[in-house]
T-cell receptor, first 116, second 118 residues
Framework: AQKITQTQPGMFVQEKEAVTLDCTYDTSDPSYGLFWYKQPSSGEMIFLIYQGSYDQQNATEGRYSLNFQKARKSANLVISASQLGDSAMYFCAMREGPGSARQLTFGSGTQLTVLP | GAVVSQHPSWVICKSGTSVKIECRSLDFQATTMFWYRQFPKQSLMLMATSNEGSKATYEQGVEKDKFLINHASLTLSTLTVTSAHPEDSSFYIC??????????????FGPGTRLTVL
């Protein structure tokens, strides 16, 4: 079974509008972390936002917010007020278990295109 | 913030040659480094986990004799693709873990190395 599922291979959004990128995950470990990364065409992985499994509130970082629904095992990324520079590939990732010594498992990604 | 560099950023080589890719943590000591491979339009797939001073742990299906990983110091890990073939052409990305990093950003990614094998 896929541990991280991103069902939207591509998304389009009009500049200045909000967009939601979907991510569902599968784990039996009670302790885990969820990440979103942005990968522009240059290839670098840019960290956007993190949500811990025990965090009570949804994470927010500027224009990025994470809609964490633990019972549904979903961790959707919401980008508000889209900008042309937001056009990139977006990956959802999970780290299972406590501690940072564990690797990240990535979803298949969503290619976001912001239209002027 | 923590910076991870990779060298070279891109490399073209002939089939059958070996290529070494370096991953360096510039301003912190990395006890654990991860090597990922990404084919075009695909996700990142973990190849191996390397811990300083010990042997790397390879993921299932990754040939350890083909992809040699050396993590000889707390700031440097190297990936050597031995006897490279065209199917090894890919984007290789490393990430490094700092024991003192903030909980949510404990892995810092390098900019990646694009390998093309002719």
């Amino acid at each position: 079974a896929q541990k991280i599922t991103q069902t939207q291979p591509g998304m389009f959004v009009q500049e200045k509008e909000a967009v939601t990128l979907d991510c569902t995950y599968d784990t039996s470990d009670p302790s885990y972390g969820l990440f979103w990364y942005k990968q522009p065409s240059s290839g670098e992985m840019i960290f956007l936002i993190y949500q811990g499994s025990y965090d009570q509130q949804n994470a927010t970082e500027g224009r990025y917010s994470l809609n964490f629904q633990k019972a549904r095992k979903s961790a959707n990324l919401v980008i508000s007020a889209s900008q042309l520079g937001d056009s990139a590939m977006y990956f959802c990732a999970m780290r299972e278990g406590p501690g940072s010594a564990r690797q990240l498992t990535f979803g298949s990604g969503t290619q976001l295109t912001v239209l002027p | 913030g923590a910076v991870v560099s990779q060298h070279p950023s891109w490399v073209i080589c002939k089939s059958g040659t070996s290529v070494k890719i370096e991953c360096r943590s510039l301003d912190f000591q990395a006890t654990t480094m991860f090597w990922y491979r990404q084919f075009p339009k695909q996700s990142l797939m973990l190849m191996a986990t390397s811990n300083e001073g010990s042997k790397a742990t390879y993921e299932q299906g990754v040939e350890k004799d083909k992809f040699l990983i050396n993590h000889a110091s707390l700031t440097l890990s190297t990936l050597t693709v031995t006897s490279a073939h065209p199917e090894d052409s890919s984007f290789y990305i490393c990430s490094a873990r700092s024991p003192g990093g903030e909980k949510y950003n404990e892995q810092f990614f390098g900019p990646g190395t694009r390998l093309t094998v002719l």
